[in-house]
């Protein structure tokens, strides 16, 4: 299930990772915590999931508090990494799907707390898969020239569209946010995107869906049912499309950049659960020294689970510079994605907390 491919062309500029940050909330929902008010206990969420806890927003904040935060951790590891130019960004492109407000988008606020001018800065929307179409679309503007340095961050707050008594998505969802800082430079360096792959199939559209809010229920005369103001999912079918759809894609995108998709050093996938992260490394043949698992401390942050993954297994050693790595991700459209690159030697610290 592959989609539509890109891929730079080896002489133009390319698009080098240089920069890298996270954020969280400061509060920590243990699964404890969640079986004290639910039907639920922490043996099934550890043993189904893989998830120990999450961390969500307090009263009023909102997803562009952790964007900017892990905005400024990226920036700043770009500085320590490639000197100071490399934060003179002239693009940012936000991936959520849980805006500030439903208009405008929350990317040119984020610019402006961040300080970054008038730069164009633009929402993405593809749930899951946002960080990776964000990253292709960045990395695509730098290959064509039309940006020299971009910030790209993943950024959701689920904990503000989860119904209070769901048991199943108040144990697998946590807030976060993500950022990478992509500056041009030449294909054979470390960091250098060397590749993408997306995709998308709108027959699965009801598979991950919040239905009210949107201009389909506004028509509508009267408040929407209570029921359809919440995120709702359909777990096993998710599951399984969710491991085709990131096998089929990494694999794809890993023989196009010449890899054999068993040997990248690392796979860092969308953390959604630890079973789909070791079904998806049993299709395509990997160990699981060569998996990231960051899951087990965050839950699935959405936009942000791959940047947030990237950050924990840079910070902790696990990515190491001149390693294989492939990302991939899946989420609500249905919308899936992949990227290759290999790792540059950026300085990174651990999320910081909002
Ligand atoms: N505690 C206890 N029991 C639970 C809980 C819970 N937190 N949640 C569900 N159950 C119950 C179910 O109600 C069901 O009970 P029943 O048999 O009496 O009806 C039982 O556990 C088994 O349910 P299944 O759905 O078969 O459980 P499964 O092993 O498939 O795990 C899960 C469910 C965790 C949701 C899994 O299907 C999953 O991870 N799906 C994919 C999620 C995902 O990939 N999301 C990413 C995309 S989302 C996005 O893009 C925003």
């Given at each position: 299930m592959s989609g539509n491919a890109t891929r730079p062309e080896p002489t133009g500029p390319a698009a080098v990772l240089c920069g890298l940050g996270g954020a969280l909330p400061a509060r920590a929902v243990s699964n404890d915590e969640l079986a004290a008010q639910l039907d639920t206990s922490d043996a099934w969420i550890r043993s189904r999931t893989g998830i120990g806890q999450r961390h969500v927003i307090a009263?009023?904040?909102?997803?562009s508090d952790l964007a900017v935060e892990a905005g400024a951790r990226a920036l700043a590891s770009a500085r320590d990494t490639?000197?100071?130019?490399?934060?003179?960004?002239d693009l940012l492109v936000l991936a959520t799907s849980t805006p500030d407000r439903p208009c405008p988008a929350t990317a040119p606020v984020v610019a402006q707390r961040l300080g970054l001018g008038t730069v164009p800065a633009f929402d993405v929307a593809a749930v899951c898969t946002g960080f990776v179409y964000a990253l292709a679309t960045a990395g695509s503007l730098i290959e064509a020239g039309v940006a020299r340095r971009a910030l790209v961050i993943g950024a959701d707050t689920f904990s503000t569209i989860l119904?209070?008594?769901?048991?199943t998505t108040r144990a697998l969802f946590g807030d976060g946010a993500g950022a990478v800082v992509l500056r041009a430079g030449t294909r054979d360096e470390p960091g250098a995107l060397l590749g993408y792959d997306l995709g998308s199939d709108g027959q699965g559209v009801d598979l991950i869906t919040v239905r009210a809010g949107g201009s389909r229920q506004r028509s509508e005369p009267g408040p929407p049912p209570e029921a359809d103001r919440w995120f709702t999912m359909r777990g096993s079918s998710v599951f399984r499309e969710a491991v085709l759809s990131m096998s089929d894609s990494a694999r794809a995108l890993a023989e196009r950049t010449g890899w054999?998709?068993?040997?990248?050093?690392?796979l860092v996938a969308h953390q959604a659960n630890v079973r789909i992260l070791r079904a998806v490394g049993d299709q395509l043949g990997l160990?699981?020294?060569?998996i990231v698992v960051h899951?087990?401390?965050?839950?699935?942050?959405?936009?942000a689970s791959i940047p947030l993954a990237l950050t924990d297994a840079a910070g902790e050693g696990a990515l190491q510079p001149g390693h294989r790595v492939l990302l991939t991700g899946f989420g609500g459209g249905l919308t899936w994605g992949s990227a290759a690159l290999v790792w540059p030697d950026v300085v990174t610290g651990p999320p910081g907390t909002v």
């Open positions: 009263p009023g904040q909102a997803t490639a000197g100071p130019a490399a934060a003179e960004v119904d209070p008594a769901d048991r054999d998709p068993a040997g990248p050093d690392k160990d699981e020294k060569q899951l087990d401390r965050v839950g699935n942050t959405v936009a």
